[in-house]
């Protein structure tokens, strides 16, 4: 009998990042994740940016244990609840206000980042009376019908079985290259009434495309592809699921942009615990939505609540926490740069923004294997991008120095072994 | 400043129970509410189906706490986990195997019912290589584009924004009356090659119709729409997401009726604790996902799984807790036979099956009105149905004889006031 | 080398009727076909319903001819012109007026049946800002996706390659047998909110289903369905393609039931000569249409004018012809009683109205050989149906009586010899 | 009572080329229109293309008054007819034996250009099993569902009424200027996994974009398209239903490019008379329609197969046809080069090829203005283009030099008293 048996057994066979990771995890502290035999990896995946403050916290740990032993109010549909009420609160005043949104409103849809984004998409076609969204290459936004319209990724498209309509496909920040304005080709499209591209209720956008391979929109970008949105009466939505809670260095991926979406998604790090939960913020005259209309079991998610509001008292009321994001994300880029010039081809280069950063290899396959290395070595990672071939870093934010250091001299050591071979086998 | 300012303020339109039930729930024990101010409610609510275990039932509540004392792993994707190997065991060994599933294969989808049905649908469409799917009249299994395409309710449809695609609407059991067999209509649509229905992947059915208005199907009903899915090839999906986990007397609401669903979708109660989460279930031979083709953040919740496992262990290794559920379910009908006798006009009759009951009313104002008057009275419930016209009864299947006495008191005394207001209203 | 050399070579293989009729037709007059060799054959096809007047009748020959010789405009697109103004002066003066419908206005689409249905079809959504269209069990209203949508016939659908949306398919009358109301179904299905069918824009139904086998609705039915639509606030489309000019014994296929239709679809016969030629009619306060807004180059045939004039003025400004159609419709019905009751199993009987009409066959196969035993004795007749267990005839409506009986010989000779031979293959 | 009451009593309001040309036509010869009140036009419209051969060819008129005179099969349906043989023999002999298309099989579908679009993308679905098709911005195809979702303009596409479905969008040769090579955008989409460009089955594409305003691709554009398509294993459809027949110089628009296209559709000028006529051509390796499978009523219109014959026979058994085009279109050039010098503001520019070019304008109102001037002083002509900027010829190829002549002087006066009042209204 192997230690998987119950797993092979009787799970289908889509799991797949334990086949990556082929241990069983049990305990998880900060940025350590630990093994039923008692073996510690760090952390570079996160839950794929849901752990931004590590696992199990302590100030968080306590406020649900405490909110449990309180006979707390679990599940609660949309019904007031004090815990949510605290949330609603806490987030206007720590978060929305201090930004300049204090006017955009809250929506709790189903806990899954894929629910927002449906609820979001929804909102605009209702508020706008239009179908088609203007979503981007490589763009990840979930795989339920409505949000998977909007992903880009044929691995998960090509499951569908149903059409995936009412989507227009645009190239991305930097696509086609440094020297092609993709704002300028948007406008030319948008602006010819026999483009055969139909007039969009809104763009949905991430402001670093995470599953996409870490691909950044620079700020002018962005405050461009506002002025297109204005310019042609579309919504701005930015789909903050992983890129946002603090990733890049600030709350939103946005803040220092200058811009103002008109909807966000947020999930994943939302309740600061790894803990099911989501939500849509949009400005409040797009609240056009009727009681209901959008409806899911779990969006009183108040254990996410509690541990959400801790998160954001804990972290957000003052501005040591975006530093330290500041700080280590350089850190990271100076290692990983340093690993990149010592193994380089050219090919290998350093992508993304804050703690929203990896690197770039000649293909999925060589990223595959210093993932692979890297686990061998107490490293949990993994990879991103259209063929697989970023090796992708997403550990938990409130990560020590020493922890930094010490997995990045594990991925030294995975590059240099797999280069390595590599550079053998091409001379064999 | 009011008592609701915060939801008020920032909180979007779209919240809809908490308008029936204005206060502030905080604590929540076994079938009761608690307010801020420390009022009681019994619940009949049970979060549309989520709590069939109570609030915070105390065994579900030690597991969790142990488990985040001792730092065990919260958010895990589909990694390895010692929890959801326990899950897995468990399921297997308490539900599948002694029901004659036991060859029946768990996905865990994102945590959501609405995301166990998208996975079931693109399963039954991949593996199938259609599209067309049937699904029923006053059906209802989420709001996520795929979902909301088989989903009947048109306030919710007609949010969509998009075309609800290759769906065929099939009238239910009874839908047009005890006379008319709709096994036998669709056989003949499905039979005549210009009927206009396209060969279908799969049927999509509820036993028991929850936010229809507890319409059921009879065992032989179910027999027959399995046979018909031999006949014509189509997959069988129960969607027991909200008549699952014990709610009609047995585990499964299928279970006495001597039928083998080729797919099958849970959530709601499943975590037995209120928390976010979904499986699908679904025949060995039929496991032909690619790893990773349908994902979502939150698909390996892990308090989920640990307060899931010991509700299992804890309610269903023995045949005790069906058993009273039967006999409880008989207690409220019961006790809603003699209200409906008592205050009835003819229009005014019992619905459902075992602890998934309701009383029917001539329209849907009168049971809002009921409704009002109950909450008045202590008791939180709510309205289903086409018309919002059945007043439904979805208490937690833990709750006391005592607790149904004094529900069903309020019950009684609410219909007398509505009910005495109409004959004076239609009087006057 | 064989006779169908270039055939075989050259055109695609899904040419279809040729297969049934092996034979090069070279002239054709009346209700005659005449092949290359100069053998005639009685043409109980007509076109599939295209020849109402015949082949090359003698005053629709000579107004073309003189047309051509006069150097008249052929091809117009939809500019003005002197033949296009009599069409519309004639077509309303001797058609609408005198039914009622002297405030519908008549659009010129593509000269497909097909395209006069897409025409319909947009009309509808657009004016009434709604989707979805109810269509019939077993109707057929052309292939491309617009109309194929709307066509039931699994043949055709199978090739969309496309999904076919918007439309809900409903049972035609009598689809269920005599003794199911189909009319209220669709009525319950309509007023409950939560059915899951989304209110129409409108209805498309045929008063006799050509193609899905000589189907009829009854006046009754017709009435109600009409009441169905206002109830509902849905459009009316009668698709009177094969039905109309004639075919049943008045213009309109429903002119004797007292309902009025919001939108008419008319071709086939339209041109009195078999030239292509379509039409959509519609209530004057529904012309919503921008200029151009549904084009087509051959929307403006100015031969087909000239012949459809010359046919209105010939046949239709007193009603001796459609007398004339009623009787010999008579006629052919107790031919083909007497042949049934013949020949019969019970299996076998006449289906249709006026001059639409057609013997049941037991099965396909049957049907299918009783056309090939006609064709060899002389007569060009084709099947319909769902299982194309139907030989419907749909000769001329000039045809004379003397060539009615000799078809009738033929097919009754055709029947003894099929249905002897299932005789004899059953026993043996 | 006004000369067009009968076409504004009874004729829908979505006539439109009537609009600009305010007469009734009633006769038409070679190059020439004329009034019912004897008045003559230049035809530089000729039918949006659809006569190449000019109006009454008295070759072809001859030819099918012969036919009606000798009673010949007018209506056929798919059956096998003399005439329907005489067309095939003699296309595959005269167009594609000596094009190297010899083995392209021919289907008849219905008879007009949308149909053969519809079929035409219906079978490239077919035969890869995928559902996605490439088509090009300012694309033109047809206002039938099916086409319409390849066609780019807003006016048409805004009538659909259902989604547009399973098309997407890339920019035409130049679209984004000449230093922007689109066929490498193209390339970068379909090679990218993630970008949401679903895999095509085929590409849909203009050589000369008729009613986009005259764009054209170069031949290396279509050859580097060519190569996309074997690349990425997409079918290769040329739509040359404006363009075929002669219009740009040579039989097919293509022709001299050195491609291949895997299905070419054809219509407009193919019967050479203004019927209504269309088929598809593809490689007999993709003939794998089932018999029927896309069929409609017109499918076998004999007297375009007479007058396509008679029209094949007389113009393009040698080369001297095609040579008189490319001098008359080297004339026409010339001639317009010089308007555009003698009235240009830098904005005026000639586009197009062949006889199939125009005056760009400014924008839309001067256009019109300048087709409005050059009708009042005898001469039809229409716009096109994305903003109707284009002044586009299209002018019978068998016009005379002198007509020519005449025509560019009407149209240089035209711009002569457009282009002034410009200047003058700007200056005041």
Chains 1, 2, 3, 4 share one sequence.
């Not at 230690?3 to 797949?16: A, C, W």
């Not at 849809?109 to 706008?128: W, Y």
């Not at 496909?169 to 406008?187: E, L, S």
């Not at 938990?396 to 050591?413: F, H, N, R, T, V």
Request: glycine share 10%.
């Amino acid at each position: 009998m192997n230690t998987f048996e119950q797993f092979e057994q009787h799970e289908s066979g889509i799991r797949s990042y334990c086949r990556s990771f082929p241990v069983v995890f049990k305990q998880a502290r900060g940025a350590e994740l630990i093994t039923r035999e008692g073996k510690s990896y760090i952390d570079f995946l996160a839950g794929a940016g849901t752990l931004n403050y590590g696992h199990n916290h302590p100030v968080l740990k306590k406020a649900l244990i405490d909110y449990l032993e309180n006979d707390g109010l679990t599940h609660g549909l949309d019904m007031y609840s004090d815990a949510k009420e605290r949330f609603l609160e806490t987030f206007h005043r720590v978060i929305l206000e201090p930004r300049g949104l204090g006017d955009h409103v809250i929506q709790f849809s189903g806990p899954t980042g894929a629910n927002s984004v449906e609820a979001a998409l929804k909102l605009a076609r209702k508020v706008t009376g239009r179908s088609n969204i203007i979503s981007f290459t490589n763009g990840f936004h979930g795989c339920t019908i409505g949000a998977l319209a909007a992903t880009g990724n044929q691995h998960h498209r090509g499951a569908a079985g149903v059409p995936l309509a009412e989507v227009s496909r645009m190239p991305y920040a930097n696509y086609f290259g440094k020297d092609v304005n993709t704002i300028a080709m948007m406008d030319k499209l948008l602006s010819d009434p026999s483009s055969g591209v139909d007039k969009p209720a809104a763009v949905i956008v991430e402001v670093v495309q995470g599953e996409g391979g870490l691909n950044t929109a620079s700020a002018e970008w962005m405050r461009k592809l506002e002025k297109l949105c204005r310019k042609h009466d579309m919504l701005l939505i930015v789909d903050d699921i992983q890129a946002g809670c603090g990733r890049t260095g600030s709350f939103f991926s946005f803040e220092e942009m200058g811009i103002k979406p008109d909807i966000i998604t947020l999930s994943k790090s939302l309740s600061g615990f790894g803990l099911p939960f989501a939500i849509v913020l949009f400005r409040r005259e797009l609240d056009q939505w009727e009681p209901g209309e959008h409806n899911g079991t779990f969006r009183g998610n108040n254990h996410a609540f509690v541990t959400a509001t801790a998160a954001l008292e804990h972290f957000w009321t003052n501005d040591e926490f975006a530093k330290s994001i500041q700080a280590k994300g350089k850190l990271i880029k100076e290692r990983m740069q340093k690993i990149v010039r010592k193994h380089g081809p050219d090919s290998l280069y350093v992508k993304g923004r804050g703690m929203m950063i990896g690197i770039n290899c000649p293909d999925g396959d060589i990223a595959a294997a210093i993932c692979r290395e890297a686990f061998e070595r107490g490293l949990v990672i993994e990879t991103s991008g259209n063929h697989s071939q970023v090796v992708k870093c997403l550990c938990p934010l409130i990560i020590s120095e020493e922890q930094i250091a010490k997995a990045m001299d594990i991925l030294d050591a995975a590059f240099a072994k797999v280069m390595t071979e590599q550079v053998d086998s091409q001379a064999s």
